[in-house]
């Protein structure tokens, strides 16, 4: 198991953690998200956890407030908050709230959830960012029923026209949104020829395989001259088999007794 | 629409004193003072004044295309950069199709963004798809964002200058074009928040917000002819609203007539009727301002006199309140 790996495997530890805590919640979109985050956090993001402000971070920005689960995760084994806070998640008084709010939990760049938000707010920062000559970039994570979001694809052709080459959009494809699956609820496919016509460089990759979310984002990097989306493909409650194989549900209800059985799972899987 | 910039009245009344685009001007002269001033439009930017400083500052100014959702999301995203944009479009426009983006990316984040909005009420030929009729009230209702009305250029300058220099996000109502000049025979200097008593008198209280001032002054030479003192207190901050100085008048006067660009329900006649509540005030208020209704298109002048807006009209108000 390689380092990047076994952070994935510890985000979902914690994610399942903060879930068991209030019982159920977005553990699936916590779980399928990990490898994305542990590559983020701990592998592509320029960062100093006793620095929040550094003007030369790099920036991401969580679109799809309810996966705070995962990004919560992230920022405590990032060093960000406290590993002792993930038990507060989704608890009265909390700042770990089960969509995050900026300005309330340390590390949150936006305030996602109201969806098709997050994109135009990074096109103004990478715009911002290009202005300032910063180095930095712009790390964006939106979901698969978010692409039904009209705004979306007003930031998506600002982004392009302005030739966004800091800015990087991953857009979590795990098939389930709130009502259902997207091809029933409003079909979004072909997702990623959708980007690549609006004027993106475009992949379509397994977002649950850490080497070739690695190795896209360094294609990305490569490209000159135009915005990049990656495309997850991902599977909701990776890495806990009894939740994979729930899927088809957007907010998992799991049984009392089932977190013990879910532990084992997670930590038999390779 | 070629042409409407230059023909604009913001005014019913003809011949008095204007200033051209006085925003777009203030604009360029508060980027003197402060760099981080950047300029962004949803395809007005020569029908909100702002192409002024798009002339001057190519390189500062962000042509967003009509998408009204993505510019005040763009414009966040710049504030949380460092930078202080200045975005424009129509109140409609900003405040119908955008009202998430101004709640969520704006005001609940504190971003630092200056919404400015154009033809604000009855200030264009249009009809309902153009008037910003409610657009107060939907702002108003927002917590964390300022709430701006001026009644002049000489205001919509100061204001700009002011907005420029306070942290946090704005929505600014916009008359553009060319506006008449009302206040400098007042002396006055807009503060953030400040209402200004622009005329005393003991008989009848005028409070009125945006261009609405500039007829309740006419209502007041006009009730003064007639022997009725009448105040005019001017309240261009919508939000956070100068409770305290309304109160003030009104404890003295308790006999008032508000008047404003916008539906009468929800702006200021609303702010107003609350602090008097909340206070406990025993006052007599009449409200001057568009009825709860989509308004006609048409000139100016024949909305002013539809919807019972004029000087005149205040002033008959004004009578009925004594």
């Excluded at chain 2, 709430?147 to 907005?163: G, K, L, W």
Aim: net charge negative.
């Amino acid at each position: 198991m390689t380092a990047l790996q076994s952070k994935a495997k510890q985000l979902r530890r914690h994610v399942l953690r903060m879930a068991e805590v209030v019982g159920q919640g977005y553990v699936g979109q916590g779980l399928g998200i990990a490898d994305l985050l542990a590559v983020m956090y701990f592998d592509e993001l320029k960062y100093d956890p006793s620095r929040l402000d550094w003007p030369d971070r790099d920036r991401f920005l969580l679109s799809i407030g309810h996966y705070s689960i995962g990004l919560y995760a992230a920022l405590a084994e990032a060093g960000i908050i406290p590993l002792a806070e993930l038990d507060t998640y989704g608890r009265d008084g909390s700042r770990l709230e089960m969509s995050g709010t900026e300005h309330i939990c340390p590390g949150l760049e936006i305030t996602g959830g109201s969806l098709g938000h997050g994109l135009s707010q990074a096109v103004g920062m990478a715009i911002g960012l290009r202005l300032d000559q910063r180095p930095a970039r712009v790390f964006n994570l939106l979901s698969d029923g978010e692409c039904q979001e009209g705004s979306t694809w007003e930031a998506a052709m600002c982004a392009a026209h302005y030739r966004l080459e800091n800015l990087f959009a991953f857009i979590d494809c795990n098939n389930q949104q709130a009502d259902g699956p997207p091809k029933q609820i409003m079909n979004i496919e072909p997702i990623d020829q959708k980007w690549r016509a609006f004027g993106w460089d475009t992949q379509r990759i397994n977002g649950n395989d850490i080497r070739a979310i690695t190795d896209a984002i360094v294609r990305a990097k490569r490209t000159a001259g135009q915005p990049h989306a990656i495309v997850l493909d991902t599977l909701m409650g990776k890495g806990v088999r009894l939740f994979e194989e729930r899927e088809k549900n957007h907010f998992i209800r799991v049984e009392p007794s089932e977190w013990q059985q879910a532990r084992v799972q997670l930590e038999e899987n390779q | 629409m070629s042409g409407v910039t230059g023909n604009i009245l913001t005014s019913a009344t003809d011949g008095g004193q204007t200033l051209t685009a006085p925003f777009g001007h203030a604009l360029v002269a508060a980027v003197e003072r402060n760099p981080r001033i950047v300029g962004l439009s949803a395809d007005l930017a020569k029908y909100t004044d702002i192409h002024i400083f798009r002339d001057r500052h190519p390189d500062r100014f962000f042509q967003i295309g009509m998408a009204e959702q993505n510019l005040i999301g763009v414009a966040a995203g710049l504030a949380r950069i460092g930078f202080v944009p200045f975005l424009t479009t129509y109140c409609v426009f900003a405040t119908r199709r955008a009202y998430d983006f101004i709640a969520m990316d704006a005001a609940l984040g504190r971003a630092n963004v200056k919404i400015i909005a154009g033809l604000p009420g009855l200030t264009t030929g249009y009809g309902g798809t153009h008037q910003g009729i409610e657009d107060l009230a939907l702002m108003r209702s927002i917590p964390n964002l300022t709430v701006i009305d001026p009644c002049d250029a000489t205001e919509v300058a100061q204001a700009t200058t002011a907005i420029a220099q306070h942290v946090g996000p704005v929505y600014m109502r916009l008359l553009r074009g060319q506006v008449p000049v009302v206040l400098d025979a007042h002396k006055y200097q807009f503060e953030i928040g400040k209402a200004k008593l622009l005329r005393d008198g003991n008989d009848v209280a005028i409070i009125s917000t945006g261009l609405m001032t500039g007829r309740a002054l006419e209502a007041a030479v006009t009730l003064a002819a007639e022997g009725i003192a009448a105040a005019v207190l001017h309240v261009s901050t919508l939000k956070p609203f100068d409770r305290q100085a309304v109160l003030e008048l009104l404890a003295r006067v308790p006999r008032v007539v508000t008047a404003e660009n916008h539906l009468i329900t929800g702006g200021l006649a609303s702010a107003v009727a609350d602090a008097v509540t909340d206070a406990g005030l025993p006052v007599r208020l009449r409200r001057v301002g568009i009825p709860d209704c989509f308004c006609e298109s048409g000139s100016l002048p024949y909305l002013a006199e539809r919807y019972r807006m004029r000087a005149a009209d205040i002033a008959e108000q004004a009578k009925k309140a004594l």
